[in-house]
């Protein structure tokens, strides 16, 4: 730390010199990200509550409200009329909540150290969580679809199982799980079930499916328990703002700890000094787009996906994995790894990712990536692989 303090003006040099490091969502190079340019009103509106603690809700009251409108909404939109739950951090923090509780549900009538059904395409997520919450992972395999193999879930369920996590949108293929056919054995078997759609959740709702091709993800699943769900993905929303959903009170409440020197006497989130902007930027945003808002952009997104998945499949010694469901797209090459791949482009200055199951080349369609980018992309990928 300075003696003494910078000049304002020099201050704010360095600051823009830090600025400039960093890349921008509106130069549309950025593709492998799930979270994008927050949208301007929801800036405004973060700025304006700025300084709220939803930590201490007595202090921030229609903060507070703002939180429980926000829920009342998400769970609406997820099929849920009474919701209970919380705007956090984000998907990691949200599934750690959704498996706390079932741990907690679990350990009134078992003894023995408590099973995880996962599947191989969970978020590295749940690597933390079993580690921090002493739980056993059992994985699924994919099948030929790189979606849960459902047809194993029942051989893994034992007495020490205390929950299946399923995924609606998964973070290397975007792929929804059969949450419908597993919704049916968490339910038969009386097991906590818990839907990571921290992706899928912003975006399923404004597609538009007919009846035999819909996807059933939410709680119109009976089985399903809780909902991971991220506004500061496709919601638009500046970051950090996470969500998490229970269909019980009562599980939410299985958090709860006394805060005897605040204004509420309990807690029911891990985190405890919580910022309100976030939930003051989701408000505005739920308000200010509604679903016909929300509707356009999804389908903005899934065009450009289906766009830029036909220009890859007519592209020389480019092989796509898959047809895509939400907007990523995953695709490898003849002629160089996708590590390679990755290097050529980072020259270029496009940012992709890299995925593991598959190891293959990741594309993440956000709605700050138009279709003057995606062609500078594809004339950018096919140089780099006709260069030896």
Same mark, same amino acid.
């Given at each position: 730390?300075?003696?003494?303090?910078?000049?304002?003006?020099?201050?704010?040099?360095?600051?823009?010199?830090?600025?400039?490091?960093?890349?921008?969502?509106?130069?549309?190079?950025?593709?492998?990200?799930?979270?994008?340019?927050?949208?301007?009103?929801?800036?405004?509106?973060?700025?304006?509550?700025?300084?709220?603690?939803?930590?201490?809700?007595?202090?921030?009251?229609?903060?507070?409200?703002?939180?429980?409108?926000?829920?009342?909404?998400?769970?609406?939109?997820?099929?849920?009329?009474?919701?209970?739950?919380?705007?956090?951090?984000?998907?990691?923090?949200?599934?750690?909540?959704?498996?706390?509780?079932?741990?907690?549900?679990?350990?009134?009538?078992?003894?023995?150290?408590?099973?995880?059904?996962?599947?191989?395409?969970?978020?590295?997520?749940?690597?933390?969580?079993?580690?921090?919450?002493?739980?056993?992972?059992?994985?699924?395999?994919?099948?030929?679809?790189?979606?849960?193999?459902?047809?194993?879930?029942?051989?893994?369920?034992?007495? @020490?199982?205390?929950?299946?996590?399923? +995924?609606?949108?998964?973070?290397?293929?975007?792929?929804?799980?059969?949450?419908?056919?597993?919704?049916?054995?968490?339910?038969? /078997?009386?097991?906590?079930?818990?839907?990571?759609?921290?992706?899928?959740?912003?975006?399923?709702?404004?597609?538009?499916?007919?009846?035999?091709?819909?996807?059933?993800?939410?709680?119109?699943?009976?089985?399903?328990?809780?909902?991971?769900?991220?506004?500061?993905?496709?919601?638009?929303?500046?970051?950090?703002?996470?969500?998490?959903?229970?269909?019980?009170?009562?599980?939410?409440?299985?958090?709860?700890?006394?805060?005897?020197?605040?204004?509420?006497?309990?807690?029911?989130?891990?985190?405890?000094?919580?910022?309100?902007?976030?939930?003051?930027?989701?408000?505005?945003?739920? /308000?200010?787009?509604?679903?016909?808002?929300?509707?356009?952009?999804?389908?903005?997104?899934?065009?450009?996906?289906?766009?830029?998945?036909?220009?890859?499949?007519?592209?020389? /010694?480019?092989?796509?994995?898959?047809?895509?469901?939400? @907007? +990523?797209?995953?695709?490898?090459?003849?002629?160089?790894?996708?590590?390679?791949?990755?290097?050529?482009?980072?020259?270029?200055?496009?940012?992709?990712?890299?995925?593991? @199951?598959?190891?293959?080349?990741?594309?993440?369609?956000?709605?700050?990536?138009?279709?003057?980018?995606?062609?500078?992309?594809?004339?950018?990928?096919?140089?780099?692989?006709?260069?030896?």
């Amino acid at each position: 730390m300075l003696d003494k303090g910078m000049d304002k003006e020099k201050l704010f040099e360095k600051l823009f010199d830090y600025k400039k490091m960093d890349l921008d969502y509106a130069s549309g190079k950025i593709l492998g990200s799930m979270c994008t340019k927050p949208d301007p009103i929801a800036l405004e509106a973060y700025k304006l509550f700025i300084e709220t603690n939803l930590g201490d809700p007595g202090l921030f009251t229609g903060t507070a409200l703002m939180e429980r409108e926000v829920i009342g909404v998400l769970g609406e939109l997820l099929h849920l009329f009474n919701p209970s739950g919380h705007i956090v951090t984000g998907g990691t923090e949200a599934n750690l909540m959704a498996m706390a509780v079932a741990k907690k549900l679990f350990l009134e009538n078992h003894e023995g150290v408590p099973e995880v059904i996962l599947p191989e395409s969970a978020h590295f997520s749940f690597k933390k969580i079993t580690s921090m919450l002493s739980l056993k992972p059992v994985y699924v395999p994919l099948n030929d679809e790189y979606k849960t193999d459902v047809s194993v879930i029942e051989s893994l369920i034992n007495d @020490n199982t205390m929950a299946i996590v399923a +995924i609606a949108g998964t973070t290397e293929l975007g792929l929804v799980d059969d949450i419908e056919k597993i919704s049916e054995i968490a339910y038969k /078997n009386n097991i906590y079930l818990h839907i990571d759609a921290a992706f899928g959740g912003f975006i399923i709702p404004f597609l538009e499916y007919d009846n035999e091709h819909a996807l059933n993800f939410d709680f119109k699943c009976k089985g399903v328990s809780s909902i991971t769900i991220d506004p500061h993905k496709m919601g638009l929303a500046p970051v950090p703002a996470g969500g998490i959903i229970f269909r019980y009170s009562e599980h939410l409440e299985k958090l709860a700890v006394e805060t005897p020197y605040l204004t509420k006497d309990k807690q029911t989130t891990i985190v405890g000094t919580r910022s309100g902007a976030g939930t003051a930027a989701i408000w505005t945003l739920l /308000n200010y787009y509604g679903k016909e808002g929300y509707k356009k952009a999804v389908t903005q997104a899934i065009k450009l996906t289906n766009y830029t998945y036909e220009k890859l499949l007519d592209m020389e /010694n480019i092989n796509v994995t898959c047809k895509p469901e939400l @907007n +990523i797209i995953s695709f490898t090459s003849n002629i160089k790894s996708p590590k390679q791949v990755k290097q050529e482009l980072y020259e270029y200055g496009w940012r992709i990712s890299v995925s593991a @199951n598959p190891y293959a080349m990741r594309l993440v369609l956000m709605p700050h990536v138009k279709q003057e980018h995606i062609d500078n992309f594809l004339k950018d990928l096919n140089e780099i692989l006709k260069r030896e």
